[in-house]
C-alpha cells in the first residue's frame, strides 16, 4: 500500500503550519509595537497595549513550541475578544464585518491548543529530556 506524501510527513507538516502561524500572527503584534512607539496608535488604550503583549508574545511561543497549550488557549480567547468588541457590532456574519481573520484565528490557535506544540518544540524537547 502506498503512503501519500502528506501522510508520510504529517508531524512536519504540522510543525511547519504551526510556525508559520506564530510568524503571522506575532507580526500583528510587532506592528502594534511599532505604531505604539510612533505615536501612531493611541498610547492610553489599555485593551489595544493588552493585545500587543499577548500578540508578540503569543506568536513567539507558538514560533518555538514552548507552553503551547495554553499560549494558543490564550491567543484563542484574545481573537474571540476581538472578534465581539471590534467586529460583532458591524455585523453578524464575518464575510459582512470584516472579523474573517480574527474566527480564523480563533480556532487554529484553539486547534493547536488542543493538539499542543507538536515535533521541532521546545515542549517536545523537555519531554524528551525528562525520559
Known amino acids: 500500500m502506498k503512503v501519500a506524501?502528506?501522510?508520510k510527513y504529517v508531524h512536519?507538516?504540522?510543525a511547519i503550519t504551526r510556525i508559520v502561524i506564530?510568524?503571522?500572527f506575532i507580526s500583528h503584534g510587532i506592528q502594534k509595537f511599532v505604531a505604539l512607539i510612533n505615536g501612531n496608535l493611541p498610547a492610553d488604550n489599555l485593551l489595544l497595549i493588552i493585545a500587543t503583549i499577548i500578540e508578540t508574545i503569543g506568536g513567539l511561543l507558538i514560533i518555538i513550541g514552548w507552553q503551547t497549550h495554553l499560549a494558543a488557549f490564550i491567543l484563542s480567547g484574545e481573537m474571540?475578544?476581538?472578534y465581539f468588541i471590534q467586529?460583532?457590532?458591524k455585523g453578524l456574519?464575518?464575510?459582512k464585518n470584516?472579523?474573517?481573520l480574527a474566527v480564523f484565528y480563533c480556532f487554529v490557535?484553539?486547534?493547536i491548543s488542543a493538539y499542543g506544540s507538536g515535533k521541532w518544540s521546545l515542549d517536545n524537547r523537555n519531554k524528551n529530556l525528562k525520559t
Request: no cysteine; net charge negative.
Open 22 to 24: 506564530g510568524i503571522l
Open 80 to 82: 474571540a475578544v476581538a
Open 109 to 111: 490557535f484553539l486547534f
Open 98 to 100: 470584516g472579523g474573517e
Open 93 to 95: 456574519l464575518p464575510i
Open 12 to 14: 512536519e507538516i504540522y
Open 5 to 7: 506524501l502528506t501522510t
Open 87 to 89: 467586529h460583532a457590532p
